[in-house]
């Protein structure tokens, strides 16, 4: 079957610019997840879904950073006014179980360069 | 607080050579769960192993191993008769009982050489 799919897989934006990156988990996977990993660290966690419902955005770096899942499939993560500090990838993964405690499946991430 | 903690940023060995990398975690909670990962150059992050805290037992998957030590703190992870396909980073990770956030540590890159 798919697995976790994301695009666009590469995105330049100007500073300023606003963004928009795309995930699609498994199909039937009610856990989505949000991570960014800058060069040389491990991925961060951003932002978390149960089915629709975004129960956890406290790993979210400012309010310009938006997320959402309005069917409870494919996410959407937005970044407005993109600041070169944004520059990363930005990993998605899906659980077919509720929270993280079980095995989570990356998607291949959307690595996002700001000039 | 929560945290991982993996001291070795790179490792290289001839192949195969057994490979041990070190995974040191911090967490108050009596309840939480351990994670490895492996990130090969393609950026997918694959899941390798999960264990949960009341288990203590380790675990062997063919030429992969990991020692859990709860009197240490350590999750540690070795590779018996590396290949040169094993070479990719690796991610230790935790999450506790009452949290949704995976938290990983920096990453170990192993290098296999031929």
């Known amino acids: 079957g798919a697995g976790v799919s994301q695009s666009p897989r590469y995105k330049v934006a100007k500073r300023g610019q606003d963004v928009a990156l795309r995930c699609d988990p498994i199909s039937g996977h009610v856990s989505l997840f949000w991570y960014q990993q800058a060069l040389g660290q491990g991925p961060e966690f951003l932002t978390y879904f149960q089915n629709e419902a975004q129960l956890d955005k406290s790993g979210l770096p400012s309010d310009r950073f938006f997320a959402e899942r309005p069917e409870g499939s494919v996410s959407t993560l937005k970044i407005q006014r993109t600041q070169q500090e944004d520059s990363a990838v930005y990993l998605c993964?899906?659980?077919?179980?509720?929270?993280?405690?079980?095995?989570?499946?990356f998607g291949p991430g959307t690595r996002l360069t700001v000039t | 607080a929560q945290k991982v903690t993996q001291a070795q940023t790179e490792i290289s060995v001839v192949e195969k050579e057994d490979v041990t990398l070190d995974c040191v975690y911090e967490t108050r909670d009596t309840t939480y769960y351990l994670f490895w990962y492996k990130q090969p150059p393609s950026g997918e992050l694959v899941f390798l192993i999960r264990r949960n805290s009341f288990d203590e037992q380790n675990e062997i998957s063919g030429r992969y191993s990991w020692n859990f030590q709860k009197s240490t703190s350590s999750f540690n992870f070795t590779i018996t008769a590396s290949q040169v396909v094993d070479s990719a980073v690796y991610f230790c990770?935790?999450?506790?009982?009452?949290?949704?956030?995976?938290?990983f540590g920096t990453g170990t890159r192993l290098q296999v050489f031929p």
């Open positions: 993964a899906s659980s077919a179980q509720r929270g993280a405690t079980y095995e989570q499946y």
């Open positions: 990770a935790l999450v506790t009982g009452n949290t949704d956030k995976l938290i």
